[in-house]
């Protein structure tokens, strides 16, 4: 099995479009169907963030749960 690390959203959207790819964030397989040949991790995308905006709080996909309970 292959593990890609892209470090643009759109070399993680290419990526996530072969054959057999499925994403990986926070250890967990995100949309998967069936088993994975290559995982496209989100761990360098910056989508570590918790925002707040007005009554929403938009959630990165790779925010701790560390870092959602602070």
Do not use: N
Not at 9 to 38: M, N
Not at 48 to 66: I, K, N, T, Y
């Amino acid at each position: 099995m292959e593990i890609l690390r892209p470090a643009s959203i759109s070399e993680a959207q290419k990526a996530g479009k072969a054959p057999g790819a499925a994403f990986l964030g926070g250890g967990t397989w995100l949309a998967s169907a069936g088993s994975a040949r290559t995982l496209v991790s989100l761990e360098k995308l910056g989508r570590d963030l918790v925002r707040v905006e007005g009554s929403a709080c938009p959630l990165g996909a790779m925010v701790p749960f560390q870092q959602l309970i602070a």
